[in-house]
């Protein structure tokens, strides 16, 4: 029993630490995590329950069959996938999974290690970096865990090549009138497919640096010239930090035509996570928003995605 509960203790721990880098402060901006490997920080580990299966054995678990990475993406924002294992083990035990990646793709790391309850599993993102000159094609990302073994592909496409939905922003050029210094907020992470705001402080949403100044500006290049008629934002929107007390509330969307910024569209009063706009089609190779006020007493401007249809 007295494993168990340091188990339990060192489990609740890894969970809470990001927790209460928020609660010490007085704003949504927690300390900053050193990078790894010359690659964005990530969020702590995170240790969940469930149930063993009898077998012994640790169990490498990824969260996705395949991970696409672009290619000529900003650097802050790499490729992401979540990774892990499983403890099948009768009692508690120290648990290490080896992480490996062919060159010359890089990962955020090379190693998890925790202290694991029957049944129990941790996870963490990866972050996966694609050098510009790298070769496009398939490569092989490799997870072990004492004999167990998962194998992980990658491929690496460009950017005109991903399945994007319909979202003509994702993972094109993004220009922000300013960033906040801590690195963890990179202008890029707007276009990158995450909605979430569970990311927040860990390389997922923007902050800009001008706190109570306005407007703030991020503009998305669209690789050329585009027929859009509609534009959704997700401002940040978390328990915690919900978007009526620090999300974006006013702003303008604007459609580069013929080398000049025209207003398309218009948001007022917003207090939610998303918020949708609608226009008239208009044909454009760059959208811009313009932050006009938030809904926060320190004024920045907090957006986790844009996405352009």
Known sequence: MR????????????????????????????????????????????VTP??????????????????????GV??????????????DAGKPRYADMSVE???????????????????????????????????????????EAGKERLAVPVRVVGVDELDNGGNLALRRPVTASSQHTNANYP??????????SNGWAGGNGWNDATGRVWPDTVDIALGGARSVT???????DTERYPASSVGLRDWDVQARVEGQWRT???????????????FAAVTTDAIRVSALASNGANDYTRIIEVEVF
Do not use: W
């Open 230 to 236: 509609r534009v959704d934002l997700h401002t940040l």
């Open 50 to 71: 469930g149930t063993s299966k009898g077998t012994g054995r640790l169990i490498p678990i990824a969260g996705a069959g395949l991970l696409v990475a672009p290619l």
């Open 3 to 46: 494993h168990l509960a340091a188990a339990l203790t060192v489990a609740a721990l890894t969970l809470t630490t990001g927790a209460a880098a928020l609660a010490d402060r007085d704003d949504p901006e927690p300390a900053v995590q050193a990078p790894e490997q010359d690659l964005p920080s990530v969020s702590s580990l995170k």
């Open 101 to 143: 990646i062919d060159a010359p793709l890089t990962a955020s790391r090379s190693m998890l290690s925790s202290y694991l309850p029957p049944g129990y599993e941790l996870g963490a993102k990866l972050l996966v970096a694609v050098p510009p000159s790298t070769p496009k094609g398939e490569y092989g990302l490799r997870l």
């Open 187 to 196: 202008a890029c992470s707007v276009v990158d497919g995450d909605r979430s």
């Open 74 to 87: 900003d650097a802050a924002c790499p490729a992401k996938i979540e990774i892990g294992m499983r403890s």
């Open 264 to 278: 398309v569209a218009q948001v007022r009063g917003n207090t939610r996570g998303s918020a949708r706009s609608d």
